[in-house]
């Protein structure tokens, strides 16, 4: 009786690492999910930047009035 129990717990060990986590990390909908793993993504991280460089929010303001030789440009 209790070889059988040892072995129950082995299996049930054994099957539960091999199965993975019981809650799911993402969506089962393929759309919800595919947004998921772009939100998580490596690539992800460079959007803000790629965003900035865009709408020009990285360049300095050209309407700012900067002195050259004491005057006003």
């Known amino acids: 009786m209790r070889n059988r129990l040892y072995i129950a717990l082995l299996l049930l060990a ?20 595919a947004r998921q793993l772009i939100y ?3 690539g992800y991280r ?4 790629i965003w900035e ?5 990285d360049m300095p303001d050209v309407a700012t009035p900067y002195r050259t030789h004491g005057g006003v440009i």
Do not use: N
Not at 14 to 33: A, E, F, K, M, T
Not at 53 to 57: F, K, M, P, Q, S
């Open 14 to 33: 054994c099957s539960l690492g091999q199965i993975g986590c019981i809650v799911p990390i993402y969506s089962s909908s393929p759309d919800v999910r």
């Open 40 to 42: 998580v993504s490596e």
């Open 46 to 49: 460079h959007i803000p930047e």
């Open 53 to 57: 460089r865009i709408w020009g929010l």
